[in-house]
């Protein structure tokens, strides 16, 4: 549907979405309300079929109504074309389009030749058709526009990984293991690679071993969280983490929801003067006074705290404490990212999505009106298809990918919403 307004070169800022109080028509699934650059107010009653079966779409032909209508194939599609009505025939990866849109007839057809390799392809082909580039005069692509539209109607959390401190040239979450790992085991390949093959790759978190090892693990991990040798400094206005402080500034209601344990968005906040509250436990309160409120749902280590109870008590770290985590749907971290998921829009920065535990929360997550978005950047020697692939992938979990080149980008792409 946003695509269609898109390409009829709708702005973004005149559409709302409605999803209840549809006392005239109690098969609507939602109510989209547009304004037109001529100031005329559109509004389209969406149906939505997920099989053909007793769908009469004569009667249905009707001014403002759209009609969704899911097939096993849409190639095999004997269309009804309306007189006043939008219908709109889709299957897996293809689909076509027959009525009216902003009072005038359309016709679409998107008909893919290839196989599918996963569900949901649609995205990657809109997205990629570039004869729609800076068709819309509100956004130059329809990535952009969904972004756009997206952060501007609804809520957004920025939610932050370890990748996120990359630029300064700290560790991302699996070069921080493997760092632990080789202390641990005193560098000792041969020892680590025969364990890793009956254990996994993440052995050094297993909380029982290191309880019985006298190895000192949350002093190592401030040393690695902080005590590393800087790339970039944190003043560099070029870095990513200073340009989510930029759009935290421009977006004063969003919020952050971070995997990680570092204070490094704290110390880039209290140097620009910004007030903040960090949540890192179950004692936590946001004050009203604070422009930015950080969710650390897997707890907080600031420098040099490493011997303090409170902050050792918040770290969800090892094996044991990860389990614990995901089996108690309750506790305030799962919570608080199964309510963002769902209900806000959330912008995945330097989270790389391999963690089984949060692809189970996006997963019972998934808003039917809502998407989430997550930057990725490529890598040499990737091939198109892959990207494709992953695309689709992500998609199946409501995550539309921003596919970047360079980490700079991310912030180009902050500054545009």
């Known amino acids: 549907m946003l695509y269609l307004f898109y390409i009829n070169n709708v702005d973004y800022h005149g559409i709302i979405f409605r999803s209840f109080g549809f006392h005239f028509d109690p098969t609507c699934n939602f109510k989209a309300i547009v304004s037109s650059k001529n100031n005329h107010i559109h509004k389209y009653v969406i149906h939505i079929f997920f099989n053909n079966r007793g769908v ?14 899911k097939t096993k194939n849409v190639k095999n599609v004997d269309p009804f074309i309306p007189s006043s009505s939008l219908n709109i025939y889709f299957d897996e990866s293809n689909f076509l389009v027959y009525g009216y849109m902003e009072g005038k007839f359309i016709e679409y057809k998107l008909l893919q030749t290839n196989g599918t390799y996963f569900k949901d392809e649609i995205l990657y082909y809109l997205s990629n058709d570039t004869k729609y580039e800076n068709f819309n ?50 560098n000792d390949d041969k020892v680590m690679n025969q364990i890793k093959h009956f254990v996994g790759d993440e052995l050094f978190v297993n909380g029982k071993v290191l309880k019985t090892s006298g190895f000192d693990t949350y002093k190592s991990l401030n040393n690695e969280l902080y005590l590393f040798k800087e790339a970039k400094s944190f003043n560099d206005s070029t870095s990513t983490l200073y340009n989510c402080v930029n759009y935290l500034l421009k977006h004063p209601k969003s919020e952050v929801i971070t995997y990680n344990y570092d204070t490094n968005l704290e110390y880039l906040l209290k140097k620009r003067g910004i007030k903040y509250t960090s949540v890192y436990d179950e004692n936590g309160f946001v004050h009203n006074d604070s422009l930015v409120t950080i969710y650390h749902v897997h707890g907080l280590l600031p420098f040099d705290k490493y011997k303090e109870q409170k902050y050792l008590d918040s770290l969800v770290f090892n094996e044991s404490e990860y389990f614990n985590l995901y089996n108690n749907p309750y506790s305030w971290n799962i919570s608080k990212q199964m309510h963002d998921f769902t209900f806000r829009t959330c912008l995945f920065i330097g989270v790389s999505l391999t963690d089984p535990n949060m692809k189970r929360l996006l997963e019972v997550s998934i808003n039917p009106l809502k998407f989430n978005f997550i930057f990725m950047k490529k890598e040499d020697g990737f091939n198109e298809e892959t990207y494709r692939t992953v695309t689709n992938y992500f998609f199946s979990y409501d995550l539309i990918t921003i596919w970047i080149d360079d980490y700079s980008e991310i912030g180009k792409w902050l500054e545009l919403i």
Do not use: P, Q
């Not at 009469?56 to 209508?69: A, C, K, R, S």
């Not at 005069?137 to 501007?152: G, K, P």
């Open 56 to 69: 009469n779409l004569e009667e249905l032909d009707i001014m403002g109504n759209v009609n969704f209508i």
């Open 137 to 186: 005069s509100s956004a130059s692509n329809f990535i952009l526009y969904l972004l756009r539209f997206f952060t501007e109607k609804i809520e957004t959390d920025l939610i932050m990984g370890a990748g996120i401190n990359c630029d300064y040239g700290a560790k991302d979450w699996g070069h921080l293991i493997e760092a632990l790992n080789n202390e641990f085991y005193k």
